[in-house]
């Protein structure tokens, strides 16, 4: 054995939290994971297929995909919605940036992250990939349930490397947690299917954490927040595949206190300790973060929820006083925010303002619910629905400020108040204000009928009834299944449409002689 084998064997059995998550990856099985954990992963999945189907269809999706096939040859991996083929990195960020397109996946509720914008990308582009290069893997056909522990071992760990970093922490120090809890996650996906052993996972993961970025100045008029978590997948991907091939990555890379992970994304953290990594590794494989993933109600960032859910709480209780005629009343309207949801949907949103920026936008979020009652991608895909005088009458008049009680030690990361206040018109000056310290989506999950009926709704139009039924069966039956790559078939051929424009030669928008940049307009859909 080399002096550099060596090494590697004796990184991977430290103690420190990345060598046991390493070991955690390799040796877990199918057997190890609850049936209930294996049911609602797969429910997860198919929600992540519903986001990318749609998402796939949206004018920035059009122009990341021509951006990107511009650029490379033809590949060995799908794209949802597409002809071309790519290679499996970009495949990856492609699916993953659709899955992104419309604010509608999943989210951890400690940890922020959309998982299976990552993981997802990662387990269709590996599959067809190996499917396709037998000779790479150690097993010439990847049956349904490799996949599916992969899967649970991505959905699991990319939570607790947030965890590790107070989660939400993250996102106050301006960094899109997503984009860096993801990596590794890919990673330990990833190599989970190519069956690695830990050494060569602890590799991975660390050429993955080196990768890792990404900036919240992307959610207010970019159209490259969609596309962090596909940063994410792809760095992963690419780093498991550098492994496999024997390329050496960052030993312990999240515990090392010089450059280490928990160390450099801790910076600034006002914590004692500024990290955890302890965090990581409790109850690993005993008690599940996958149970805290939940699956959005509403179309805009996850920190705008618990304010739409005030005004949805006291337009309930408050029918006439908030019915539509009166709200030309409210004088005023306050959100009370902690400092990790001020920082990120606090921002006083201004005309005129992007598709994104409106979803990130918790003033926007809360004047949609009162206009119409209701917070759902349709609501954002017009620009004139963007530009709506009733709806800016309402937004001017938010004001959303940062309370410091609510960043307190044992109070929730998600406590908002809202205060609504109205002119004297009913003869006397009156006041509505409710407290809530969690999502509705928190205190009460969505089921996985409730996930499934999402599922129907979403890609109604875009597959036919048949393609659903077959892709539901598949994906709620992965474990039984003796070929993966059958579902990755199934999922690309679903609904496609080949644009008779498309073509693999066909320069960026950008780059026309002629075009807008900004002239795809969402009613081409």
């Known amino acids: ?47 992540a297929l519903a986001c990318g189907f749609i998402g796939a269809k949206l004018p920035w999706s059009d122009i990341a995909a021509q951006g990107a096939f511009y650029i490379e040859a033809s590949g060995s991996c799908s794209v949802l919605q597409r002809s071309q083929k790519a290679s499996p990195l970009t495949a990856a960020l ?27 990308p990662v387990l269709l582009a590996l599959t067809e990939h190996l499917s396709q290069h037998a000779s790479v893997s150690k097993s010439p056909e990847i049956d349904g349930a490799a996949v599916l522990v992969a899967a649970i071992v ?16 993250v996102l106050t120090n301006g960094w899109h947690s997503g984009a860096i809890f993801g990596p590794a996650a890919a990673a330990a996906t990833a190599s989970k299917l190519l069956l690695l052993p830990a050494d060569q996972i602890e590799d991975a993961i660390g050429t993955a954490c080196t990768q890792a970025c990404g900036l919240m100045s992307a959610q207010y008029e970019s159209m490259v927040k969609r596309m962090q978590h596909g940063f994410a997948a792809r760095s992963g991907l690419f780093a498991a595949f550098m492994a496999a091939n024997g390329y050496k990555g960052i030993k ?25 990594p302890e965090a990581i590794t409790t109850q690993l494989g005993r008690e599940w973060e996958i149970e805290q993933i939940v699956v959005k109600p509403y179309a805009t960032m996850a920190a705008t929820h618990v304010p ?48 994104t920026g409106a979803q990130m936008n918790a003033s926007y979020a809360v ?27 309402l937004v001017d008049k938010v004001q959303c400020l940062h309370n410091p009680d609510f960043d307190a030690a044992g109070t929730s990361k998600w406590t908002h108040r809202v205060t609504v206040s109205f002119n004297d018109t009913f003869g006397q000056r009156k006041v509505l ?40 069966m598949e994906v709620l039956n992965l474990e039984k299944s003796d070929n993966a790559m ?40």
Not at 40 to 46: D, F, P, T
Not at 327 to 347: A, D, Q, R, T
Not at 450 to 457: C, F, G, H, Q
Not at 488 to 506: H, K, N, P, Q
């Open 433 to 472: 204000q409710k407290l809530l310290h969690v999502p509705r989506s928190h205190s009460k999950p969505p089921s996985n009928e409730e996930i499934l009926e999402k599922w129907r709704a979403t890609t109604n139009g875009i597959l036919t009834d048949r393609e659903q039924q077959v892709i539901e």
């Open 94 to 120: 492609l699916n993953s940036t659709f899955i992104q397109g419309l604010e509608l996946d999943d989210y951890h509720s400690k940890a922020p992250i959309h998982s299976g914008s990552i993981i997802v």
């Open 367 to 393: 004047a949609l619910q009162l206009l119409d009652r209701k917070v759902t991608a349709a609501q954002f895909l017009q620009d004139a629905s963007l530009d709506r005088p009733d709806l800016w009458a």
């Open 486 to 525: 059958k579902l990755v078939e199934l999922i690309m051929r679903a609904g496609r449409v080949v644009d008779a424009e498309e073509t693999t030669s066909s320069p960026p928008l950008s780059l026309q002689r002629d075009a807008n940049f900004g002239g795809v307009h969402p009613s081409k859909l």
């Open 308 to 355: 739409i859910d005030c005004i949805r709480i006291l337009q309930e209780e408050n029918p006439m006083l908030l019915a539509m005629q009166n709200l030309h009343n409210i004088s005023g309207l306050v959100i009370e925010m902690p400092e990790s949801g001020f920082k990120k949907g606090g921002w006083k949103a201004k005309r005129p303002i992007t598709m």
């Open 154 to 169: 991505g959905y699991e760990l990319g939570p607790r490397i947030g965890l590790g970093l107070y989660g939400t922490d």
């Open 252 to 276: 312990q890379v999240l515990e090392r206190p010089y450059g280490g992970f928990l160390s450099q994304f801790s910076r600034g953290s006002e914590r004692n300790p500024p990290s955890r």
């Open 1 to 47: 054995m080399s002096s550099d084998d060596a090494f590697s064997r004796q990184a991977s059995s430290n103690e420190g939290c990345t060598g046991q998550i390493c070991r955690w990856v390799s040796s877990v099985s199918l057997t190890d994971v609850p049936i209930h954990i294996q049911t609602r992963v797969k429910y997860l999945i198919l929600d």
